[in-house]
């Protein structure tokens, strides 16, 4: 193959070798082509995690695109991804939506996601992505970031953050059915049924992100700085019921409990169609 010299080119034309790239990289993989990487360092998936993931995927989709390079004749290893990977089988998809890695193609790959980074069109999670892109396929620290794209490693944490909210909550930032604002305010909460339950509250009482930074502030109680939520092991009995209620509403079920017995069961449904459905089985059931 023929080598082009760039020398000499302008910009507009290595920006579009950039965008021509970015998108050749992106396609739908069949799982089936699809191999785990055996180098993972991960060997044990919390399987009921899985499942949560899986039922998302059903719901809404994938929304972070997984890692693959090729192996072999129409094969492809995983670099990043395995538990999405394992989640769209269990949803079970045919094909995933894949980033495909070529050999040598890493200074072309980075030129791409910055040149997408700077665009003026990108959602918070698509910016997020090319981030978190660059640390995972090129071994980028934050600070390699802030001095490539010219931003404060604060705000690249901060983006970084957004791809730990719950997947609907990531598509209503994407489909601008919340603001930026919204997200950081909730990404100070580390307990996604809270997280889910104040967004539900978001789109339908049209809280503003000032009112949301509130509610957040009053639920950590700790000054307006975020506190992790501690996580109280449930007793063996009520893990059974908690998966027996998971079962019959086919949907991630809450259930806490304190040392005198007292708790919450929590159902969340992800619109009005899936709400009847669960009132439905709620019905049927007396």
Known sequence: MVKRNVLGRGLGALIDDAEKMKQALIS???????????????TKFDEEALDELAASIREIGLIQPITLRRSGQDKYQIIAGERRFRAAQKAGLESIPSYIRQAKDDGML???LVENIQREDLDAIEIALSYQRLIDELNFTQEDLSNRVGKKRSTIANYLRLLKLPAIIQKALRDK?????????????EDTETQEMIYSQILKYGFSVRRVEEIVRSLNQNNGEPVSAKKIELPGEYKDYKGYLKKIFGSRIGLTVDDKGKGKIVIPFNSEQDLNRIVKIIENSK
């Not at 739908?28 to 991960?42: G, Y």
Request: proline share 6%.
């Open 110 to 112: 980075e030129m791409a």
């Open 28 to 42: 739908d993989v069949d799982l089936s082509k699809i191999e785990a990487n055996p180098f993972q360092p991960r």
């Open 177 to 189: 059915d919340i603001t930026m604002g919204h997200a950081r305010a909730l990404i100070n909460i």
